[in-house]
Every structure is written in structure tokens, then in C-alpha cells.
């Protein structure tokens, strides 16, 4: 299903939809290694079929695995599970152009313009996040955002 200014439409081939499913559930999985309690997210950057990337959104390397302070806020330096996986493979030898983002929660304005300049041509989301501003964003680019909805 693709989502298109707030209407989903059925966008995607049946077998694209089992793949999607596929990643969606590892990114699920994936999200449960964040150290954060208010929110666990995770992502994977798939090219050619392939996984080259994964992220969860948690504090930067080096830094106390504690997320949020002592009344439940997040802690500003805390990196989101797109930006991860993005940073991720900007240290390696490939690159996301042309990649599907698999995210659990729809990515925040921030993250939206880190993904379009990463070269990420496809969305696949679990849920929404509460300001749709960024996927607007992202479908004026022309990236494909696809609403998944699983059991």
C-alpha cells in the first residue's frame, strides 16, 4: 500500500508485498535492541535485495545507553533509527542510493531530508509518526512511501 497525501492506495506487486512484510518484521526485531523506553525503532536499508545497513534509534557511540533523563525526555543527542542506518553506510564502502528504508515508525521532517539526500528512493513504514510533514516532503521528491500495515 502506498500512502498518497493521507489516502492509501495498493500499489505494490504480491510478491514485492511478501518482501516487504519480510524486512518490516526484521526491522520490528530490530527495533528491540534500542536501549530507549519511551519509543523503539528500528530500520534496515535494503539495495538489490539485499541488507546493507540496519539501524535503532539510541545515543551516539561512546555515550550512556540511557535515552531519556530522569523525567522521561528524550535526550537531544539521541539518534533516530533512519539517521543510524544512513550514518552506517556512509562508513562503508556502498551508499543508500537507490536503497528501500525499512522503518517502524515514519521517519520526522529531520530524518526526511537525510533520507532524500541519501539517495533512498523507497519508504516502507509500520506506523505513523504523529507529523506527517516529512512524508509530504518525501512524496513532492518523488520517493515511493508505502503504509504497511501487519499483524
Not at 10 to 35: F, G
Not at 76 to 83: P, S
Request: net charge negative; proline share 2%.
Amino acid at each position: 500500500m502506498r500512502y498518497l497525501w493521507g489516502e492509501i492506495v495498493n500499489m505494490t506487486s504480491e510478491k514485492q508485498q511478501r518482501y516487504d512484510i519480510a524486512y518490516m518484521k526484521m526491522a520490528i526485531e530490530w527495533a528491540a535492541l534500542s536501549h530507549c523506553t519511551r519509543k523503539k525503532v528500528g530500520a534496515l536499508l535494503v539495495k538489490d535485495g539485499m541488507i546493507i545497513s540496519d539501524g535503532y534509534n539510541g545515543t551516539p557511540s561512546g555515550f550512556s545507553n540511557e535515552c531519556e533523563d530522569e523525567q522521561g525526555e528524550t535526550h537531544w543527542y539521541v539518534l533516530h533509527a533512519e539517521a543510524n542506518a544512513i550514518l552506517k553506510v556512509a562508513r562503508s564502502t556502498n551508499n543508500a542510493k537507490d536503497c528501500t528504508l525499512y522503518i517502524t515508525l515514519s521517519p520526522c521532517k529531520e530524518c526526511c531530508k537525510l533520507i532524500l539526500q541519501s539517495g533512498i528512493h523507497r519508504i516502507v513504514y509500520h506506523q505513523a509518526y504523529k507529523d506527517p510533514t516529512g512524508l509530504r516532503f518525501l512524496e513532492q521528491a518523488g520517493i515511493e512511501i508505502v503504509a504497511l500495515e501487519i499483524d
